[in-house]
């Protein structure tokens, strides 16, 4: 297996954080939140390498907000019913006014 470091990463991911301060082991679930979020498609690749599929899909699970392209995306690549994201049940019991 290759050695991965967060220098691999676009450098816009980490515009608020110290990213010497980051393990990819130990920082895992807010690497791949940052990145799904906010990546480029270089940096999906990077992840399905670093971490995989699987935990990538039981990290996106878990995220409680995404946009619905990133959510459509994420079902569709880690192949999860959209309706079993978090992020999915959560809008659903916060409903916005009028149609915001």
């Not at 816009?12 to 990213?19: E, N, R």
């Not at 946009?67 to 019991?93: G, M, N, W």
């Amino acid at each position: 297996m290759e050695d991965y470091r967060i220098d691999d990463f676009s450098p816009h991911l980490f515009w608020d954080v110290d990213k010497n301060n980051l393990d990819l082991q130990q920082h895992a679930a807010f690497l791949i939140e940052r990145i799904v979020k906010y990546g480029k498609i270089e940096d999906w690749h990077l992840i399905k390498k670093v971490y995989g599929i699987k935990k990538i899909s039981e990290v996106a699970l878990q995220i409680r907000s995404l946009d619905p392209v990133t959510h459509a995306f994420l079902a569709l690549a880690c192949d999860i019913d959209r309706k079993k994201f978090r992020c999915y049940s959560e809008a659903q019991s916060n409903p916005t006014l009028w149609n915001s």
